[in-house]
């Protein structure tokens, strides 16, 4: 069955479920169109923006996005949004995974087997059927050890590129005011103060206010010369979708002035912080402080997120300080596995793995050239050194 580039199979596409493997005959794949897997995803405990049709479709024009659904005894226990890259020339295709395969119930006693189940169906269809290089990059894990990670090295893939700098800063976001002032740095605490008396108004908006937001992050944009390579096409598509789905916008003003704003994705046990954007007055306001602070109250009160995820800092010391105060005595830094990648045919894996050196080739000289223009911020964060398991 053939589907266009960054389409997924429609309904009327669908195949019928197939279950895959003797060893997890009770483990179902079940091939989905990309509303329908949206709207049955909005409920997973392990649910991330990357692994949502209407992000990945516009994030990744030039792949074909192949939502799957896996059901275990008729009841749906997770999925996988897999990115379907053809190989230049056409010499073949590598079926990629971020952030998945997601769990509906991450805190289900059999959890760790069923996600052992879903990567057997994956490597069933994509490595044994389809002949394709399996690329898996797993989240950061809140627990000991990173689980996901250590079951893919067990059931054979191989270690592939690490992030120049994998630390994510996780607040734990169910704590009482008084726990979770007590858990920020002094530093970070002392700033929080010093914010609540500068006459600033935290506000919770509509998506109808995504305007203010846009020129919020322009102009901040321009200011701090950052080099910015995330997903910010993709706000106008997340916007427009139903809830759970669609992001939450916060300011923070002082008089009638916006001085703060962030968009936070809070669907599933983790809310990831997606964007910010500050004005000039911002920091001697202490805005950022003030706007975190808020942002922690409302997801505790408003959400089941159970960690909020402030994601990295891209090399930059000034965000690991401000992210590791916040994170505080309470929350967690836990790096982001490297990527794991599995191929049946020793073919598919030298393809694959070429396509991905040749891929962390041209990022390394990418980064070079923004370091040599004069007008642009420079990293100066040393990376931390990665665990045993990750080496």
């Given amino acids: 069955m053939s589907v266009s580039a960054g389409a997924a199979q429609t309904h009327d596409e669908r195949v019928a479920p197939t279950p895959v493997g003797p060893a997890t005959a009770s483990v179902v794949a079940r091939p989905v169109d990309g509303a329908e897997w949206d709207a049955v995803v909005s409920g997973f405990d392990g649910l991330c923006q990357e692994q949502l049709f209407a992000f990945a479709s516009i994030r990744w024009p030039g792949v074909t996005a192949e939502p799957r659904l896996f059901e275990r005894h008729g009841r749906v226990i997770g999925g ?229 995820d402030l994601g990295g800092t891209d090399g930059f010391q000034g965000l690991h300080q401000f992210k590791k105060g916040m994170v505080g005595d309470e929350g967690l830094i836990r790096p982001v596995p490297p990527v794991a990648n599995f191929a049946t045919r020793p073919l598919a894996y030298a393809l694959g793995a070429g396509a991905f050196a040749a891929r962390e080739a041209y990022n390394e000289l990418r980064r070079h050239i923004e370091a040599v223009r004069p007008s642009r911020a420079r990293p100066d964060q040393e990376p931390s050194p990665l665990p045993p398991e990750f080496r």
Avoid: C
């Fill in 80 to 308: 996988a949004l897999v990115m379907v890259q053809r190989l230049p020339l056409g010499v073949g295709q590598i079926a990629i995974i971020k952030w998945g395969p997601m769990l509906a119930d991450t805190k289900a006693a059999d959890a760790a087997t069923l996600y052992q189940a879903m990567i057997e169906a994956l490597v069933a269809e994509y490595a044994d059927e389809r002949g394709m290089m399996l690329s898996v990059l797993p989240h950061a894990s809140t627990g000991e050890g990173n689980s996901e990670y250590r079951a893919l090295r067990e059931r054979g893939f191989k270690r592939g590129a690490v992030l120049r700098f994998p630390d994510r800063y996780l607040v734990n976001l169910r704590l009482s005011d008084e726990a979770q002032r007590k858990s920020f740095g002094q530093t970070w605490r002392r700033q929080l103060n010093k914010s609540e008396k500068s006459g600033l108004v935290f506000e919770h908006a509509g998506a109808e206010r995504i305007g203010d937001f846009k020129a919020l992050y322009a102009a901040m944009s321009d200011r701090k010369q950052f080099p910015d390579y995330s997903a910010f096409d993709t706000l106008d598509a997340l916007m427009v979708l139903d809830q759970p789905l669609r992001p939450e916008l916060f300011f923070v003003r002082r008089e009638d002035e916006l001085v703060a704003g962030a968009l936070i994705f809070k669907a599933g046990t983790r809310a990831v912080y997606l964007y910010g954007a500050t004005n000039d007055k911002a920091l001697p306001l202490r805005a950022g402080y003030f706007m975190h602070w808020h942002i922690i109250r409302w997801l505790r009160d408003h959400t089941r997120a159970s960690w909020y």
